[in-house]
């Protein structure tokens, strides 16, 4: 089943139709694109309830990161946020928690968010994005083998953010497919560059190079942008270390 992609028109409702039948028996759900199809688009669905139903899981609460003039801020749903709301949400962590401070994680590369009460008054939220989403760390999954290799990403763009000013506007501006070419581009160099990683993990370094040949052919725009976005990143560090 899909998720109505969100469009400049598409508020017409459907979307809740769909999530409330995905959700009917689940507290979230991850959608991922059918490869053979010609949508790409990923989506984390998820339902927040008055009550719980003990039947997979309850969140409660959704942390994520948006933007606001170019720099990160967190934000969040739960049961008091006010909808509905819609929006641009940020690349990072997105965590679900339940009434037992219980977390299921996913990691994303930023999107769109579009929250809304359906017909049933639970509140319906949908995270979309062109790029992947990796679920994380949780209770009710298993995650993705890439998600700590984007966590560490994640955490190696975050030093420039911290100690150089335009770092973070200049990651803030780069599309969600731009950042995510510039993290396989970057995993794929740490694999080339260590024979020992190749070695010990010839999933990953199969995963690189497959991953990189079809973004590189298939995205050659924002395979080129990510490439610009790790220069000028490198630019910034080279001189701030001088």
Same mark, same amino acid.
């Given at each position: $089943? ?9 508020? =017409?409702?459907? !979307?809740?139709?769909?999530? &409330?039948?995905?959700?009917? =028996?689940? &507290? ?19 339902? /927040? ?11 409660? %609460? ?11 801020? +967190? ?25 037992? +401070? ?10 769109? $968010? ?16 062109? *790029? ?17 290799? *984007? ?15 335009? *770092? ?13 070419? +510039?993290?396989?581009?970057? /995993?794929?160099?740490?694999? $080339?560059? *260590? ?5 010990? =993990?010839?999933?990953?370094?199969? !995963?690189?190079? %497959?991953?990189?040949?079809? $973004? ?13 976005? %790790? ?12």
């Amino acid at each position: $089943m899909t998720i109505e992609p969100q469009t400049p028109g598409s508020d =017409n409702g459907r !979307w809740l139709v769909q999530a &409330g039948r995905i959700l009917s =028996n689940l &507290g979230f759900e991850l959608i991922e694109p059918d490869k053979a199809g010609t949508d790409d688009t990923t989506h984390l669905v998820v339902a /927040v309830r008055t009550q719980p139903t003990q039947q997979h899981f309850d969140p409660e %609460r959704i942390e994520y990161w948006g933007c606001e003039s170019g720099r990160g801020k +967190a934000a969040q749903i739960d049961r008091d946020t006010r909808l509905p709301i819609a929006g641009e949400f940020s690349w990072g962590r997105i965590a679900l928690t339940d009434r037992l +401070a219980v977390k299921n994680e996913f990691l994303s590369f930023g999107g769109v $968010m579009r929250a809304q009460f359906g017909a049933d008054s639970v509140a319906y939220v949908d995270f979309s994005s062109h *790029a992947p989403v990796f679920r994380g760390s949780g209770h009710s999954q298993s995650p993705n083998p890439l998600a700590a290799e *984007a966590g560490a990403f994640f955490a190696r763009i975050k030093v420039p953010i911290d100690f150089v000013p335009g *770092a973070e506007a200049l990651i803030a501006r780069a599309a969600p497919l731009t950042l995510y070419c +510039a993290f396989v581009q970057s /995993v794929r160099e740490r694999v $080339m560059g *260590a024979q020992a990683i190749r070695e010990s =993990n010839r999933w990953l370094s199969d !995963w690189t190079s %497959r991953e990189g040949q079809r $973004m590189e052919a298939a995205r050659s725009d924002d395979w080129k942008a990510a490439i610009e976005l %790790r220069r000028q990143l490198s630019a910034i560090e080279a001189i701030a270390r001088e």
